[in-house]
Nanobody, 121 residues
Framework: QVQLVESGGGLVQPGGSLRLSCAAS????????MGWYRQAPMKGRELVAT???????NSADSVKGRFTISRDNAKNTVYLQMNSLSPEDTAVYYC???????????????WGQGTQVTVSS
């Protein structure tokens, strides 16, 4: 099992910045892909950005140039630096991790509990 604990959400004014963090813990051998998704009210969950263990990133067009994903493999932690925030970025942000467990011989996907980001003046 893998537990994901997110932090860093909150209320920010348009144009402001926030940094989200997500730390993974539990029984696993390695975390392959980590990422962030978000879900706004009355909308489905959408990809924000992902990063592989080797550092390859992928992000939604709507956040390119504003959001930066990074990770610390030694700490099993992923970060999302969000700049130039707009009200359209208001959502619950969920951390996601794909973890490999040798004893189980499988990769499983896990989700954090979510952290609220509200962009409003």
């Amino acid at each position: 099992q893998v537990q994901l604990v997110e932090s860093g959400g909150g209320l920010v004014q348009p144009g402001g910045s926030l940094r989200l963090s997500c730390a993974a813990s539990g029984s696993f051998d390695s975390i392959t892909v980590m990422g962030w998704y978000r879900q706004a009210p009355m909308k489905g969950r959408e990809l924000v950005a992902t990063i592989t263990r080797g550092g390859t990133t992928n992000s939604a067009d709507s956040v390119k140039g504003r959001f930066t994903i990074s990770r610390d493999n030694a700490k099993n932690t992923v970060y999302l630096q969000m700049n130039s925030l707009s009200p359209e970025d208001t959502a619950v942000y969920y951390c996601n991790a794909e973890a490999y467990t040798m004893a189980l011989g499988m990769v499983a996907r896990y989700w954090g509990q979510g952290t609220q980001v509200t962009v409003s003046s």
